[in-house]
């Protein structure tokens, strides 16, 4: 079983200015993988970034960046340079490693909505 | 390429009543999953599908069921709709069933309220 946690329900930032999303997991899984995830109010889920878990390297894309802390099941979000669009609820969510028959299943938690202010 | 689309994008219903809700999944993608977001909420899993076999149903009573059709579409069915079925039904597809290929991409969801 998987729960992740997201404890900051809003937060804001201003323009061009550099915010962290936290958030924590749990999981009996050896392998996994950790997403983000933002849902702007056109309602559709965009992957913003991924990490596995295997992998110590912190995951980066372009502003978007992860600090993966496996050991304390921790996976933050930072964006840099925050724009207007970043606007949106930012879900952080995992998925076990499947090779198998079973089930692929995102676990999500319940969002941080982050609003970006002129 | 067209994404996931979903239909309809909005509807209301009456407690009581059957709905049904669709997804066509990215052109290629063989599996199907179906998300149920409540306002304010995560989203949280329902069912999987992939080649038309069900991997995987959270915890969700037997009035939701779901299926996939020869060409990877797939229907959500929700009987006796309660006031607290009214949420954002997502769907999302991937390529298939492991490693990366399970990667989600999602739908734009339908809305749907019980009344």
């Known amino acids: 079983a998987q729960t992740v946690t997201q404890s900051q329900p809003e937060m804001s930032v201003q323009e061009a200015e550099t915010v962290t999303l936290s958030c924590t997991y749990d999981?009996?899984?050896?392998?996994?993988?950790l997403f983000w995830y933002k849902q702007p109010p056109s309602r559709q889920m965009i992957l913003v970034i991924r990490?596995?878990?295997?992998?110590?390297q912190n995951a980066t894309e372009n502003r978007f960046s992860v600090n993966f802390q496996k050991a304390a099941k921790s996976f933050s979000l930072k964006i840099s340079d925050s724009q207007l669009g970043d606007t949106a609820m930012y879900f952080c969510a995992s998925a076990p490693q499947y090779s198998g028959a079973g089930s692929y299943q995102l676990t999500f938690g319940k969002g941080t909505k982050l609003s970006v202010i002129p | 390429d067209a994404g996931v689309t979903q239909s309809p994008t909005h509807l209301i219903k009456t407690r009581g009543q059957h709905v049904t809700l669709r997804c066509s999944p990215i052109?290629?993608?063989?599996?199907v999953s179906w998300y149920q977001q409540v306002l304010g909420q995560g989203p949280q899993f329902i069912f999987q599908?992939?080649?038309?076999?069900?991997?995987g149903r959270g915890n969700f009573p037997d009035r939701f069921s779901a299926r996939q059709f020869p060409n990877y579409s797939s229907e959500l069915n929700v009987n006796a709709l309660l006031l607290g079925d009214s949420a954002l039904y997502l769907c999302a597809s991937s390529l298939g069933d492991r490693g990366w290929n399970t990667e989600a991409f999602f739908g734009q969801g339908t809305r749907l309220t019980v009344v």
């Open positions: 999981t009996s899984e050896n392998n996994y993988y």
């Open positions: 990490q596995e878990a295997y992998k110590q």
């Open positions: 052109s290629g993608h063989k599996s």
């Open positions: 599908y992939y080649e038309k076999e069900e991997r």
